[in-house]
T-cell receptor, first 115, second 114 residues
Framework: AQSVTQPDIHITVSEGASLELRCNYSYGATPYLFWYVQSPGQGLQLLLKYFSGDTLVQGIKGFEAEFKRSQSSFNLRKPSVHWSDAAEYFCAVGATNTGFQKLVFGTGTRLLVSP | EPEVTQTPSHQVTQMGQEVILRCVPISNHLYFYWYRQILGQKVEFLVSFYNNEISEKSEIFDDQFSVERPDGSNFTLKIRSTKLEDSAMYFC????????????FGSGTQLSVL
């Protein structure tokens, strides 16, 4: 069965510093991979996705992620974090059962940004 | 940008009571979903709905749960007899097609069962 692991529950980064959030997945075929962000009181917003092609994908708000098949990873990065980036980040893999697609999420990483 | 709206944002209920969570998907979307997140755990798929019937459901979605699209605009999740372990954030989502790349989520309803 498909699964996603986000090993870091909390991460604290200084404003202006770089960020990397880790995500590992388990999926037999070529995965569809996603990063979502949830700010307090908000829904899940799609940051970026990987379906095929270039393994480095660009997303909104200056985020990028790199798909590494050999490591089963899809880590999220940002070169310079802003205080408004403080939120919960979820990695997800698209799973197809019975021909119908659904998302399998990781447990999330809470990002705290210090001044 | 169009959005999926969920009401209420918070709901408190007593164990054993019925609860209905409401969602208004984006107007031209055809596929509807419920996910939930128990505090500290993963966001989990519950059910998908298309053409007025359930397309797929997870093991969590037992006989206590039902979904309905009563009037062409609302999409509801009913829990018949709530249990303590139903306390969670429930997310509604919708999409035009089955592709996950155009899935829009609502802001969630926090359900607390006492």
């Amino acid at each position: 069965a498909q699964s996603v692991t986000q090993p870091d529950i909390h991460i604290t980064v200084s404003e202006g510093a770089s960020l990397e959030l880790r995500c590992n997945y388990s999926y037999g075929a070529t995965p569809y991979l996603f990063w979502y962000v949830q700010s307090p009181g908000q829904g899940l917003q799609l940051l970026l996705k990987y379906f095929s092609g270039d393994t480095l994908v660009q997303g909104i708000k200056g985020f990028e992620a790199e798909f590494k098949r050999s490591q089963s990873s899809f880590n999220l990065r940002k070169p310079s974090v802003h205080w408004s980036d403080a939120a919960e980040y979820f990695c997800a893999v698209g799973a197809t059962n019975t021909g119908f697609q659904k998302l399998v999420f990781g447990t999330g990483t809470r990002l705290l940004v210090s001044p | 940008e169009p959005e999926v709206t969920q009401t209420p944002s918070h709901q408190v209920t007593q164990m054993g009571q019925e609860v209905i969570l409401r969602c208004v998907p984006i107007s031209n979307h055809l596929y509807f979903y419920w996910y939930r997140q128990i505090l500290g755990q993963k966001v989990e798929f519950l059910v998908s709905f298309y053409n007025n019937e359930i397309s797929e459901k997870s093991e969590i979605f037992d006989d206590q749960f039902s979904v309905e699209r009563p009037d062409g605009s609302n999409f509801t999740l009913k829990i018949r007899s709530t249990k303590l372990e139903d306390s969670a954030m429930y997310f509604c989502a919708s999409s035009y097609g089955t592709g996950l790349e155009k899935l829009f989520f609502g802001s969630g309803t926090q359900l607390s069962v006492l």
